[in-house]
């Protein structure tokens, strides 16, 4: 079946690690995006990709870091510089960056700061 | 930049009433506005859409209103059943470039009571 793959679904990890979250689609979609999801908060973007070795920071980039080396891939690296990284992490894709095209979301994970 | 407020932030209606949730947004080149539902643990889907040319939408029981001189639009769903039981988020997208990304509203957690 089409669709978005995360992993790991859920992750812990402790202060000062940096950490990378996983995200696949088989799609052929050409726009990846990474949005923070808080509690009373909705979703926040990160980062976006609207086409291969290209990306543009969102809303609150900061402490954070991608690439997308291929298409179908777009992993995500939480770095210790992030200050409350605790959240839910949602990766979605869509046919037509920066057009009325509809977001596909992944499952999601859920990191933890010990 | 655009800003989308949603309102409220809790719902709670018995089985077979209706529900009504309300997003406004401030940009008025603002074109497109989907609405997602997210289910406990997943991530969000889109439900229905609409975009500025248009006033209402409908598809069975869940149907979209724009009023665009206000810049309020509306979801309405109709004969709610547990199912409908989720998170919906507004959101909102200008057109094209880094105006195109979709900025979403806080979310409204939907409750059906049997």
Redesign the interface.
Same mark, same amino acid.
């Not at chain 2, 094209?96 to 979709?102: D, E, K, V, W, Y």
């Not at chain 2, 979403?104 to 979310?107: C, E, L, M, Q, S």
């Given at each position: 079946d089409g669709g978005i793959t995360q992993s790991p679904k859920y992750l812990f990890r402790k202060e000062g690690q940096n950490v990378t979250l996983s995200c696949e689609q088989n799609l052929n979609h050409d726009a990846m995006y990474w949005y923070r999801q808080d509690p009373g908060q909705g979703l926040r973007l990160i980062y976006y990709s609207q086409i291969v070795n290209d990306f543009q920071k969102g809303d609150i980039a900061e402490g954070y870091s991608v690439s997308r080396e291929k298409k179908e891939s777009f992993p995500l690296t939480v770095t210790s510089a992030q200050k409350n990284p605790t959240a839910f992490y949602l990766c979605a894709s869509s046919i037509l960056p920066g057009n009325t095209g509809e977001l596909f979301f992944g499952e999601g994970s859920r990191l933890t700061v010990l | 930049g655009e800003n989308v407020e949603?309102h409220p932030?809790t719902l709670s209606v018995q089985e077979g009433d209706s529900a009504v949730i309300k997003c406004t947004y401030s940009d008025s080149a603002s074109?497109?506005f989907?609405w997602?539902k997210q289910e406990l @643990?997943? @991530?969000?889907?889109?439900i229905i859409?609409i975009?500025s040319n248009v006033g209402e939408k409908k598809d069975q029981r869940i149907a979209v209103t724009l009023n665009k001189t206000a810049k309020h639009f509306s979801l309405h769903i109709t004969e709610t059943q547990p199912e409908d039981s989720a998170v919906y988020?507004c959101a909102a997208?200008g057109y094209? @470039?880094?105006?195109?990304?979709?900025i979403?509203?806080? @979310?409204t957690k939907l409750s059906v009571k049997p």
């Open positions: - | 949603q932030s074109n497109y989907p997602y @643990g997943k @991530g969000p889907q889109l859409d975009r988020f997208r094209g @470039g880094s105006q195109g990304n979709l979403f509203g806080k @979310g």
